[in-house]
């Protein structure tokens, strides 16, 4: 059962430019506006707002808005209602922490990429079976990082992985260094702090740094 490739491209083209995607949890529309314009000018070229916030469909809407150059996706998407009013308020990828049976029914037959959550052998095959060749695992870091990553896709070698959960700008080149990874999230860019603070210079600032340092030689 394929998974539909060009459904995939604008998602690849926008990790493959900056294969960190920050993922935020903001309280609505007015934070969401200016936190995205930060973070595309830092370089970042896809945003994940979680669905934990009663404002998160606005603030996916707002973001798209402020910021048209950057793929704004939705996570903690636990279900289908969720994934149709995430892509009525402008989502073009979705993410989730796992996977149910109905969830990933729903998936294959929505608009846009949808990368449901692994973490474990057991769950890559039956997200597999479905169809999905990418895949979320989390939470990255608890269940081993890098290591138990990298042990985890062997028997694996169709499936990428987007790790995320505990990853920061230190972890964040390991993790990318794995074949099988190809992009990765975590929350290190712009944490519930940072934001409520409204720094947004200062979460501008972490995303460039994030991204050099993967440039740098390891
Ligand atoms: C999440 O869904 O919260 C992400 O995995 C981010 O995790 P982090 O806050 O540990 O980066």
Redesign the pocket.
């Known amino acids: 059962m394929a998974e539909p490739t060009e459904r995939f491209e604008t998602f690849l083209d926008a990790v493959g430019r900056a294969p960190i995607i920050p993922?935020l949890t903001v309280e609505g529309p007015a934070q969401a506006a200016p936190l995205a314009r930060a973070l595309a000018a830092g370089g970042v070229a896809a945003i994940e707002i979680?669905l934990r916030r009663p404002g998160a469909l606005e603030a996916i809407a707002a973001a798209a808005e402020a910021a048209p150059e950057l793929l704004v996706g939705a996570?903690?998407v636990l279900d289908q209602r969720q994934l149709e009013s995430a892509a009525a308020a402008g989502a073009r990828f979705a993410v989730s922490?796992g996977a149910t049976p109905a969830l990933l029914a729903a998936a294959r037959g929505w608009a846009h990429p949808f990368l449901p959550g692994v973490a474990s052998a057991s769950e890559i095959m039956a997200a597999l079976a479905q169809g999905f060749r990418r895949l979320k695992f989390?939470?990255a870091?608890p269940l081993g990082g890098p290591a138990a990553l990298k042990a985890l896709a062997t028997p694996f070698p169709e499936v990428g992985f987007c790790p995320?959960?505990?990853?920061t700008r230190d972890s964040a080149p390991e993790y990318l260094r794995l074949g099988s990874v190809f992009c990765l999230?975590?929350?290190?860019i712009a944490p519930d702090a940072l934001i409520d603070a409204e720094a947004w210079d200062e979460i501008e600032r972490l995303a460039r740094e994030s991204l050099t340092a993967l440039k740098a030689p390891s």
Request: proline share 12%; glycine share 32%.
């Open positions: 993922v979680t996570g903690t922490p989390f939470p870091a995320t959960g505990g990853i999230g975590g929350s290190w």
